[in-house]
């Protein structure tokens, strides 16, 4: 079926050999340049992600973290996670006895140890055929010599001037006289060129052993924050074994906690449990629906979810038939689901996605972010780096599993995806999103697999979420206002939302038609899919 070609729009991109999917132009292109010079997906990866880092400083940098999902061509799945730590003098009493009720976005105490540049260099060791040297040249370019702003992110920085201007670095780093770049400006980060050249050269040491980790913690510890250098010195990117679940033919892997990755699985049992067929895929009851499933599973994660040291159950326990049916059954076509006490739950920001394909069929899922909008919004202004706020996902809430202590790594929100079909790599796709992830995961997989949508349509198609604290309904502007009344009809209440929700990008195997690519670049971002 042929989409509208009078209606503006995009179509899904076809390729023979390679694809990138990135949600910035410069990003997709630095891509294709390592790719078509011999490098493998991951060299492609890390080379774009490095270009995000510059070109797209409110979403992601190496001052966050990453997880990835690697796919060889047979369909053997690697995990990655390099999500940094809390400092290790930190903990909840510490911080309880300071006067605080939790750990605010904005709190010195929501910087986490950057892991981003671990988990690219032990991708690179893995899966790679280049070093930093090589891969990095692209994003030392842009930030040495400048990039020009693109519409949607100059859109997110005009929104963020007064969370930039309480600190001194990221004033003098993301600001021009105290206001954010237009569309078109030209755009430096001369500290962050340099430190990504000391990396180019020495390796991530470069920037966790040294005056970089130092100047980190200096920068913290001044505003009253327990990261120490050997915080930064202690960290590790770690292998981890992909989780799994099947739906529609296919089988879907995310990575197990401290991400939550789980929560997409959930969701798609409990969507395995209901027939979509026959629902309109913008219409209110297969909205309602997946409200619904979301509101249980969200529930769930944000009650148990944690560190998986510190976890009470195994994650398998979260995809056992028996508890899935159980939460299947609260759920009502006709009715809003109220939220719902632990003991029916227990099984007893803002970041960059993108995905790589290369020639030989190895496939890469990868994801990193800052979490919030420019993170914690403090910069160090020698090495140029924007620290993540990761630490707002941590509880002070005493005996939960997801409460700040020294050393832990916090209930994580970013999750890259990956689909076998047959037993090989079928589509390797990611929604950005912070909370909304599972969701997106879900719903992108939803849109392909059960409504025949292709790349292109699938991430196109309109979104809704929850709101996690009061359980109403956000929705995109596409979305219907007959959708929307018919959803207050049935008791839900809903806003429209300010800006999208999410981003998306995917790139699926066209083995039915004798082996190309298929990829879609989502339009709520400035990105798009590329290949040769």
């Known amino acids: 079926m042929f989409r509208d070609f009078q209606v503006p729009g995009r179509s899904a991109v076809y390729a023979p050999h390679a694809m990138a999917a990135t949600s910035h132009p410069l990003a997709t292109n630095a891509a294709l340049e390592i790719l078509r010079e011999g490098g493998t997906a991951v060299d492609a990866a890390v080379a774009a992600m490095a270009v995000h880092s510059v070109v797209e400083p409110h979403m992601t940098g190496i001052g966050g973290d990453c997880f990835a999902i690697v796919a060889q061509p047979d369909g053997t799945l690697s995990g990655m996670n390099s999500s940094g730590r809390a400092a290790e003098n930190v903990s909840a009493d510490k911080l309880i006895a300071d006067g605080l009720l939790d750990v605010a976005v904005d709190s010195i105490h929501a910087v986490t140890v950057p892991g981003a540049l671990r988990g690219w260099e032990k991708l690179l060791k893995d899966h790679g055929r280049f070093s930093f040297d090589k891969v990095l040249k692209r994003a030392i370019g842009y930030a040495r010599d400048g990039y020009s702003v693109c519409p949607r992110v100059a859109a997110d920085w005009k929104g963020a001037v007064d969370f930039l201007k309480r600190d001194e670095g990221a004033s003098e780093l993301f600001l021009k006289d105290g206001r954010a770049p237009v569309v078109g400006e030209m755009m430096r980060n001369l500290p962050l060129a340099e430190t990504l050249e000391a990396v180019a050269k020495s390796g991530a040491d470069a920037f966790y052993n040294g005056p970089i980790a130092e100047e980190i913690a200096a920068v913290v510890q001044a505003k009253g924050g327990y990261l120490t250098a050997d915080d930064l010195a202690a960290h590790e990117a770690v292998d981890l074994t992909p989780v799994t679940t099947d739906y529609r033919g296919v089988t879907v892997a995310e990575l197990p906690p401290n991400g939550q990755g789980i929560v997409a699985l959930i969701m798609l049992e409990l969507m395995k449990r209901f027939d979509w067929a026959d629902l309109d895929p913008m219409g209110p009851e297969r909205f309602h629906l997946e409200m619904e499933i979301a509101k249980i599973a969200y529930s769930g994660r944000d009650r148990f979810l944690a560190d998986p040291e510190t976890m009470e159950f195994d994650p398998q326990a979260f995809l056992d038939s028996d508890y899935i049916d159980g939460l299947a059954k609260l759920i009502r076509t006709d009715a809003v689901l109220p939220r719902q006490p632990e003991e029916v739950l227990s099984p007893k920001s803002d970041t960059v996605y993108l995905s790589v394909v290369d020639e030989n069929g190895l496939a890469i899922s990868l994801i990193n972010s800052i979490y919030h909008g420019f993170g914690s919004g403090i910069a160090t202004p020698k090495s ?114 300010a800006t999208p929700i999410g981003g998306g990008q995917a790139i699926m195997f066209d083995r039915a038609n004798g082996g190309g690519l298929i990829g879609g670049s989502d339009p709520r971002k400035d990105g798009c899919a590329l290949g040769y």
Do not use: W
Request: hydrophobic share 40%; glycine share 12%.
């Open 384 to 497: 140029g780096v924007l620290l993540q706020n990761r630490g707002a996902c941590f509880t002070l809430e005493e005996g939960h599993p997801n409460q700040i202590a020294g050393g832990k790594r916090p209930m994580h929100t970013i999750i890259p995806a990956m689909v076998l079909k047959d037993g090989l790599p079928y589509m390797s796709f990611g929604v950005m999103g912070g909370g909304y992830q599972p969701c997106g995961h879900a719903h992108v997989l939803s849109n392909h697999l059960d409504y025949g949508m292709n790349m292109q349509e699938a991430i196109d198609c309109p979104r809704m979420f929850i709101d996690e604290k009061s359980l109403s309904l956000q929705a995109e502007t596409s979305v219907s206002a007959e959708t929307i009344e018919a959803l207050q009809a049935l008791g839900h209440e809903v806003s429209i939302v």
